[in-house]
């Protein structure tokens, strides 16, 4: 009985893993705030760690993770 549950489990995490990886693969994942916290501090860590720029850094992670094509940021 366990076996069968395990692999029901099993069956169904993998067909949300494989759903996620298609989502990503094609564009349209949507990053969990967690994401883009770690990417906004790789940005800043690549510019040398300086403050002032939390915004832009957490900004350009949003566009990044979320596979937005280049130049489709919008200047306000």
Same mark, same amino acid.
């Given at each position: 009985?366990?076996?069968?549950?395990?692999? +029901? +489990?099993?069956?169904?995490?993998?067909?949300?893993?494989?759903?996620?990886?298609?989502?990503?693969?094609?564009?349209?994942?949507?990053? +969990?705030?967690?994401?883009?916290? &770690?990417?906004?501090?790789?940005?800043?860590?690549?510019?040398?760690?300086?403050?002032?720029?939390? &915004?832009?850094?957490?900004?350009?992670?949003? &566009?990044? &993770?979320?596979?937005?094509?280049?130049?489709?940021?919008?200047?306000d």
């Amino acid at each position: 009985m366990s076996d069968r549950k395990k692999g +029901t +489990t099993k069956s169904v995490a993998g067909s949300v893993s494989g759903s996620l990886e298609g989502a990503v693969l094609s564009g349209i994942h949507e990053p +969990t705030r967690d994401e883009i916290q &770690l990417r906004a501090y790789e940005i800043h860590m690549e510019r040398g760690g300086r403050d002032g720029n939390d &915004l832009d850094d957490w900004h350009q992670a949003e &566009l990044e &993770l979320s596979g937005a094509p280049k130049g489709s940021e919008q200047n306000d």
